[in-house]
């Protein structure tokens, strides 16, 4: 029978992690104390249950949780060899705990055991870290609160922390819980429910307060030349900037970005504080860890230029890089880590919005709603008093923390394509979705761009959710809608590595049958789509200077001169020819152009569903179902060709271990001699 304590704590976290002004994407932990059967005495035992290290409560299961016998983690303070080094203590939760399975103890998991009460919150609301980052946040807490919530003094996530608030709670008998110096707050209550109710209590009185108390204009003073862009130029703005500055935030790795135009970083890049406050940095240790202690702020009117942006922002990236490091070594000490990289993970546009970026989609979404969290702090702390953030010192411990360089150890390791963002043409079915189901799966963020959006849209959402593929509709004849594609494809996640020209028809005519109007219908959609979709993507490539792959799908028939598909071959032969042209041109901004020459890929495709299949079954004298069968046994290896034998053949050609190879067409065929390449 399942616990009902646990069952309680899982209701508890999952309501309060759903609700954005409680706490933020995996920020926040919550814990129970109660007592199960020990299997192996058959006895009561008392436990703590508590949320696991890198866990997120929104989304918490039972599984999602550590737990630990309470007598024995109790124990530890009897062992603790002091605040110097209380990071061993975290080793120690190893032997406390009940069972096998279960999450990772989390550092915080000294505070929930060590807090004399049965439940327990630690949250991260913007209410309460405004005033924990209040310049005067002890005195604001004795105002806002009285007796009922009380103050600790910031100190670093720890054992230590979690003995300063048991002594304050047992000093302070009558309070709920407490405000964190510059992180956060902590409830406790005797059932689930109080806990929770205490906890929402304390943030609804923070910022009930805030709004009756606080200044109108937290920010300063709008300023007008920094005033939001219209909707469509803001974003076309966004689009044309977000190769440059993907490129800024890869420098020293390859990130995936997000952008927003959120009305609230819009208001707060329009307001006259904004360069004074970005300066100052975040404050909650979840904050920072995902958008570093500062973010780089373009410091140019909204009007301006992308030529004088470009510049501006690249000047700016040298200081950002000097700036960083200079933080590094300030602080840096014989055992620290490594450096992670000097570059920005938020870039701030004035009247456009808020670029962020991480190691994938869903890191670089959430270090963008963490800043979004950031801003609503600063409001909240300039509305009551002065915004006050812990000092960079203390911000270097918990970046460079030897605890949270041991959490990024054991992540596991990326995928060959991680960090790598694929644009495949004609891909809602047949070879183009196998390509982007691949590249997905091998860790790529995979844009599914079709002439059917609906058919696109359904596509990705097979291949998973909006951090991972999205569809976009695209007329790959049409100049101006590939524009609009790429500037969508490019907002969704910051840029573009991997260009797929598969989009493509096909015809099954004699030549004396071909009409002009047949041959423009062939060669508009191939040959001239598969140079506008990579005209329209190589400046991408080019700015971000990440290197990059461009991939044409051709057709064995580029080198094979099979009957009664002049029409077809020809602009599949001008296609194998562009990967030799673009190879040449490319090459110099490291970017890789080859070609795929598949034969026969009856099953899963468009192209020979739509007609071609019957006219080609026509031509061998066989039957249409049987079309598959016929390609397979003219071939060497006598196997039919599926489309995710192409999928695997891209794969590779754009994986790392054909890094140097480029102006290849490579046949996946199953081996037809008179299309060997010579």
Request: hydrophobic share 40%.
């Amino acid at each position: 029978m399942k616990n009902s304590t646990v069952a309680e704590l899982v209701a508890r976290s999952n309501a309060l992690g759903s609700d954005p002004k409680i706490t933020n994407y995996a920020g926040g932990n919550t814990s129970a104390k109660g007592t199960d059967i020990d299997p192996v005495t058959g006895e009561p035992v008392e436990l703590l249950w508590v949320k696991g290290s890198g866990g997120d409560l929104g989304t918490l299961t039972e599984s999602g949780l550590a737990v630990l016998r309470l007598d024995r983690i109790r124990a530890l303070e009897n062992i603790y060899p002091g605040l110097d080094r209380e990071d061993e203590m975290v080793d120690a939760f190893a032997y406390c705990l009940h069972g096998s399975g279960g999450a990772a103890p989390s550092i915080d998991t000294a505070m929930h055991s060590l807090v004399d009460a049965p439940h327990v919150d630690h949250l991260h609301p913007d209410a309460g870290i405004s005033i924990a980052t209040a310049k005067d946040g002890e005195k604001l807490t004795e105002t806002i609160f009285g007796g009922t919530v009380v103050w600790v003094d910031w100190r670093r996530p720890g054992f230590q922390l979690g003995l300063d608030i048991a002594a304050i709670k047992q000093k302070s008998p009558d309070a709920i819980g407490c405000i964190l110096g510059g992180h956060g707050i902590t409830a406790w209550g005797d059932t689930s429910a109080k806990c929770e109710e205490n906890s929402r209590w304390i943030i609804d009185t923070a910022q009930a307060y805030i709004d009756a108390e606080g200044s109108e204009s937290p920010f300063g003073a709008p300023v007008a030349t920094n005033a939001p862009l219209a909707e469509d130029e803001r974003r076309t703005k966004a689009a044309a900037l977000a190769a440059t500055i993907r490129g800024i935030a890869s420098h020293d790795k390859p990130m995936v970005g997000h952008f927003t135009d959120d009305a609230r970083v819009l208001e707060f890049l329009s307001s006259t504080n904004a360069p004074k406050l970005a300066a100052l940095g975040t404050s909650c240790p979840d904050h920072f860890l995902r958008t570093k202690v500062k973010p780089l702020l373009l410091d140019l009117p909204a009007n301006a230029s992308i030529e004088k942006s470009i510049e501006r922002l690249k000047e700016l990236h040298a200081e950002y890089r000097k700036d960083y490091t200079a933080y590094y070594d300030k602080f840096a000490t014989d055992d620290s880590p490594a450096i992670r990289g000097a570059d920005p993970l938020i870039v701030l546009i004035p009247g456009v919005g808020m670029f962020s970026y991480g190691a994938n989609k869903q890191t670089a979404r959430v270090a963008g709603e963490f800043y979004v969290n950031a801003i609503n702090v600063m409001r909240g702390a300039e509305a009551i008093s002065t915004y006050a953030p812990i000092s960079d010192a203390e911000k270097f411990n918990i970046e460079y923390w030897a605890l949270e360089e041991a959490k990024l150890q054991r992540m596991p390791k990326p995928k060959s394509h991680a960090t790598r963002v694929a644009l495949v043409t004609g891909a809602a079915s047949g070879i183009g979705k196998a390509i982007a189901t691949r590249l997905a799966a091998d860790g790529a963020c995979v844009i599914i761009a079709d002439l059917d959006l609906e058919k696109a849209q359904a596509a990705a959402a097979e291949i998973g959710n909006t951090d991972v593929a999205i569809g976009l509709k695209v007329n790959v004849t049409d100049a101006e809608a590939i524009e609009r594609m790429v500037q969508d494809a490019v907002l969704a996640f910051g840029g573009i590595d991997i260009v797929v020209n598969n989009a493509g028809v096909s015809l099954s005519k004699s030549l004396l049958e071909t009409t002009e109007k047949d041959w423009d219908f062939q060669h508009d959609i191939m040959a001239k789509g598969s140079f506008l979709v990579s005209k329209a993507t190589a400046p991408v490539l080019i700015e971000q200077a990440m290197g990059g792959d461009v991939i044409y799908i051709s057709s064995k028939n580029a080198v094979f001169a099979g009957p009664n598909n002049i029409a077809y071959s020809a602009s599949k032969a001008d296609q194998a020819h562009q990967v030799r042209l673009l190879a040449v041109e490319l090459g110099e901004h490291g970017v890789k152009v080859n070609g795929i020459n598949p034969d026969g890929v009856v099953r899963g495709s468009g192209i020979f569903s739509s007609g071609w299949g019957a006219n080609r079954a026509k031509t061998y004298g066989v039957e249409e179902e049987d079309l598959g069968k016929f390609y397979a046994q003219r071939t060497i290896l006598k196997r039919e060709v599926l489309p995710e034998n192409v999928a695997n053949a891209v794969s590779v050609l754009t994986g790392p271990d054909l890094s140097h190879t480029t102006g290849l067409h490579i046949p996946v065929d199953a081996g037809v001699a008179a299309a060997f390449l010579r």
